[in-house]
Each structure stands twice: as C-alpha cells, then as structure tokens.
C-alpha cells in the first residue's frame, strides 16, 4: 500500500468540496446494487478522521431508503454525489472515485463487489473504515 496523500474532490459545480487522505494507489469497489449501477459509483470508503468537508455542507441534500443508515448526499446544485456514508460503513465515508481531483491518484485498482447480495457480502467492507 502507499502512503496516504491528500486527495481534493467535489461536485460537478464546485459548490461542495472535500480533502479525503488516502492512498495515491486506491482499491476501489465498482458495486452493482440497485443505485450504484445507476449512478456509477466507485467507491473509495475511509474512515471518518481521513475526510473533512471543506465547503459547501449548506449545497448538500440527503437521501436514504431501505435501513435509513447510509446516508446518501448530493449537491442541491447540480445532483452530484461525490460522497455519502455508507450503511456498510457508518464509521467512515465512501468517495466517490470520478469525483477527485487530477493529479494525485498514481494508480487506481478496481475491484467488484456484490451489492446486489449485500447481505451476504457487506462484512468484506467492514475494515475499510477503521
């Protein structure tokens, strides 16, 4: 794994920004679930203390089905969900991969996870957020 780095990202309009300290070679999940195959999310989830919402908190609207634990955030602005809180894991927060800015991701692994049998597979995430 490399070192952590400070990664930027946002939305689309540039209302919501973010810091999220990560790897510059991230694994990320490409999910089939009902709404990660809608949105095309790829996800990079990491624990709460390596994210910190740098703007635009007011510009986020919220969206939750099923349990109501992940917390699905998009920019009142232009729609974009740049990250949310996952319900597999509360603890942390799931950046959305295409919403980072250029130039410090080295490389970028993409691996498949099975949300549509979430049930069955959602412990496999669990240590991406401590």
Not at 24 to 42: E, K
């Amino acid at each position: 794994m490399s070192e952590p780095v400070l990664h930027r990202g946002g939305c689309h309009c540039g209302a919501v920004r973010y810091t999220v300290r990560a790897p510059a070679r991230i694994t990320a999940q490409s999910c089939n679930c009902s709404m990660c195959a809608r949105t095309g999310f790829l996800h990079l989830i990491v624990p709460a203390a390596a994210f910190t919402l740098d703007a635009g908190g007011d510009m986020l609207s919220e969206y939750t089905f099923n349990t109501g634990v992940a917390k699905h955030r998009f920019c009142k602005r232009c729609g974009v969900k740049s990250f949310y809180v996952p319900r597999s894991n509360p603890d942390g927060y799931s950046i959305n991969v295409h919403c980072l800015d250029p130039g410090t991701v080295e490389a970028l692994t993409v691996e498949a996870f099975d949300g549509q049998n979430w049930e069955a597979n959602a412990a496999s995430l669990a240590h991406l957020s401590t």
